[in-house]
């Protein structure tokens, strides 16, 4: 919970660290993606912890000031698109599980996709379990006859010994980007963090399409508990005249299943010299330090997928105290 009410998170004024990105791809690989954080008093040692994937695999990138992080230590292999919980003293890792890499490059290139969500269990971040999996395709909404089926994006939100897991599923192709992105945002629900989940017969959030609607898809979305209500986070896929673009939008929800768009969060832009964020701001992950909000995301300069490179900043808002409830 981040303990601040709806209105607040509303009213923040999110400023971009000047300093973006803090992490870069590296030249021989162009992604990396998908920030989850945890904060100095959810990790084992007082450290900032963020899981990021990139052509790899997913790997976790440590700092002692949620700034500053260093090389990445590679976690897993066939994996992207992470999410880290604390729960009851255990870090559990959700993410998509790819094809092996061969079969995943066909995918990219008009061959089928395939993935699922798995999950990895460890006591201390440093050693971690087999992989189990944890949702796999049996809905007709997550896929395409034509792309394979995804379920990608797990974000898992616990609440009173009940547990969340927000997804995304389908594949869109994206034109101009020559790959494909999620459809829909959907949900499966659970007692256990791992295992026992019954999805829901459709999925929560459809892209808005008719009417002028400029929306592609649906991207993926994050949940946060607040004083009166939920938050949700989704970055969607859009169409801008001739280009597709992402942006971050702030969604309420008095249940956390059924969402309403309140705004946009952040957009693409040109940043002074830099054009790292020009095209797509993608997924995002809120995390709450003292007074301040720190929004991490990955960004994209360019579409097309042999020229465009995706790296991670993070945007900043100071909150004030607000009173604590009669």
């Known amino acids: 919970m981040l303990d601040i009410t709806f209105s607040k ?6 400023r971009l660290y000047e300093k973006n990105p803090v992490i870069r791809s590296k030249f021989y690989d162009p992604v990396v993606a998908d920030p989850s954080v945890l904060t100095p008093d959810e990790s084992p040692d007082g450290k900032w912890y963020l899981f990021a994937h990139s052509l790899r695999g997913v790997s976790v990138f440590v700092s002692d000031d949620g700034v500053n992080f260093g090389k990445g230590r590679l976690i897993l292999s066939r994996a992207m698109r992470a999410d880290a919980k604390k729960i ?3 870090y559990y890792i959700f993410y998509e599980r790819l094809q092996p890499l061969l079969t995943r490059a066909k995918g990219l290139f008009g061959g089928k996709w395939e993935s699922d969500i ?4 460890s006591k201390d971040l440093m050693e971690f379990s087999e992989p189990v999996p944890v949702l796999t395709f049996d809905k007709p909404y997550e896929r395409s006859e034509k792309n394979g089926h995804s379920l990608s994006n797990p ?3 616990a609440e009173e010994g009940k547990y969340r897991l927000y997804y995304s599923a389908g594949l869109t192709y994206i034109e101009d980007c020559g790959f494909s992105e999620p459809t829909y945002i959907c949900l499966a629900e659970s007692a256990e963090p791992v295992s026992g989940y019954v999805k829901r017969a459709a999925p929560v959030i459809y892209p808005e399409r008719g009417d002028g609607s400029d929306e592609l898809c649906c991207g993926c979305l994050k949940v946060y508990g607040l004083r009166d209500g939920y938050a949700g986070l989704q970055n969607v ?3 801008e005249g001739e280009k597709s673009k992402s942006e971050i939008r702030l969604l309420y929800s008095s249940d956390g299943v059924r969402f309403e768009r309140v705004k946009t969060l952040l957009a ?3 940043c002074g010299d830099s054009d790292w964020m020009a095209q797509f701001v993608y997924a995002s992950h ?3 330090t003292g007074n301040k909000l720190r929004l991490y995301f990955n960004a994209r300069n360019k579409a097309y997928v042999l020229s465009g490179r995706e790296h991670i900043g993070f945007a900043e808002a100071e909150i004030e105290a607000e009173a604590d409830k009669a």
Do not use: S
């Not at 998170?9 to 999110?14: D, S």
């Not at 798995?118 to 269990?121: F, R």
């Open 286 to 288: 809120l995390v709450r």
């Open 237 to 239: 896929i859009y169409r």
């Open 268 to 270: 693409p832009a040109v």
């Open 118 to 121: 798995y999950a990895v269990t």
């Open 155 to 157: 974000f898992l939100f």
């Open 9 to 14: 998170l509303e009213e923040a004024r999110f």
């Open 88 to 90: 009851n003293g255990v």
